[in-house]
């Protein structure tokens, strides 16, 4: 498992009968040059030590919240940030329970709220318990919060029971993990260019033409991009973004300046339009602010189309260009319109004319329509970063089928 190479694995083992396995688990994680860090909750001290683990991790073992010993370096924070990938194992239905509510109850339940990295859950519990809907609901707040489910197993339990809810293998667990790895590694040879925001064409030194955008979601999208292992580029207009961790990013203002920036940075294995591009410019921008007096017409010639262009350019066309649409109306026919009109892959679609998502909003909920398919792909009303997440995922799938 040469994935797991030199990554750093943050295991919490929670109080279930299964928390003894937690240990071959470690074994594995450590034979495959991995280091691990650990948390034992209150229950998981009930059936391993801490001894036991820091004797196989060569780590210390966290246990407290308040440990006074290290309150300067405030572990839920520190170690959410030490570790490539967060792991349950076991999880139990308790602590899944705390988890899909947003708990910070102890140490683990706070690095999970604090952590920005992926969560993995390798469930354990009675087959009672892991069929429970309230189980069943937990675990489907967590799996749309982008958590990752490891199992369980269908067998023979500690309770006598036979079913599912018992723990996967270690070396299951392992395999798992060493396949995520895998793909971000993957991703790393690919290429992705995103544009967002507004872009502002002026009148004058004062005044300007722009389209509404807050560039929320071509950030995420970016952010994402950039955790999945693509070496991302974005260019952006005019925003009150901070700029993501590790991606490119180039500031322009007008939508000429992006589309040289944009010419410049091809070639790219997947390209995203997510830009608010003005379709107009001044013909002639005045060096001195007009007086409102003199303020009589404006001409105006349109600006190149930078999405058109870029899925028409035979040499420099990405393998997937995906172009977003702004919506109040007919999304349907103006998305597929769009589709086939500026021959993209995929076109992105909301429905802005709603409130509660789009523009300023930190929520967003998108329909994905695909050349050559009838079918709609839906994903549901959610944050922008959720939303980022899950199209990345699907943008990796796509380009790793497509060779």
């Not at 990554?7 to 083992?13: A, D, H, R």
């Not at 599912?164 to 993990?177: N, R, V, W, Y």
């Not at 294995?269 to 608010?276: C, E, H, L, N």
Request: aromatic share 8%.
């Amino acid at each position: 498992m040469k994935n797991l190479i030199n990554k750093k694995i943050l295991l919490v083992i929670c109080g279930g009968i299964a928390a003894y396995k937690s240990l071959e688990l470690i074994r594995i994680f450590k034979k495959n040059k991995c280091q691990v860090k650990t948390i034992l909750t209150k229950g998981a001290l009930e059936f391993i030590t801490p001894l036991s683990v820091s004797s196989l991790s060569n780590e210390k073992v966290f246990t407290d919240l308040f440990d006074f010993k290290n309150e300067a370096e405030m572990d839920h924070i520190s170690l959410s940030r030490w570790a490539d990938v967060v792991l349950f194992a076991p999880a139990t239905a308790n602590k899944i329970a705390q988890l899909s509510n947003g708990l910070a109850e102890d140490l683990a339940t706070t690095v999970a709220l604090a952590s920005d990295k992926d969560i993995f859950l390798a469930p354990s519990m009675n087959v009672r318990m892991w069929e429970n809907t309230i189980t069943k609901s937990n675990l489907k707040k967590l799996i749309n919060s982008n958590y990752k489910i490891i199992g369980p197993d269908i067998g023979e339990m500690a309770c006598g029971e036979y079913g599912s809810g018992k723990f996967s293998d270690p070396i299951e667990i392992s395999k798992t993990l060493n396949d995520y790895f895998k793909n971000l590694d993957e991703n790393k040879k690919f290429k992705a260019l995103v544009t967002a925001g507004p872009t502002r064409e002026y009148i004058d030194p004062v005044r300007f033409i722009t389209n509404r955008s807050s560039g929320k979601q071509g950030y995420a999208i970016a952010e994402e991009l950039h955790k999945n292992g693509f070496h991302t580029t974005l260019i952006s207009g005019p925003t009150n973004l901070k700029s993501p961790d590790g991606v490119e990013l180039i500031n322009i203002n007008s939508a000429d300046e992006m589309y040289q920036k944009t010419l410049e940075n091809l070639p790219v294995d997947v390209a995203i339009f997510t830009a608010a591009v003005a379709d107009f410019r001044i013909k002639e921008i005045n060096k001195n602010k007009i007086k409102k007096e003199n303020f009589e017409k404006l001409e105006l010639e349109k600006n190149k189309d930078i999405l058109d262009y870029t899925s028409k350019h035979n040499k420099l066309r990405p393998k997937l260009v995906i172009g977003f649409a702004a919506e109040t109306n007919n999304l349907e026919e103006n998305s597929r319109k769009k589709l086939d009109e500026k021959n993209c892959d995929w076109i992105i679609a909301n429905d802005v004319s709603n409130k509660s998502i789009g523009f300023d909003s930190e929520y967003n909920e998108v329909k994905i329509f695909q050349k050559n398919k009838i079918n709609i792909e839906n994903i549901s009303f959610n944050t922008k970063e959720m939303i980022a997440k899950k199209l990345v995922e699907k943008i990796s799938n796509e380009l790793k089928a497509n060779g």
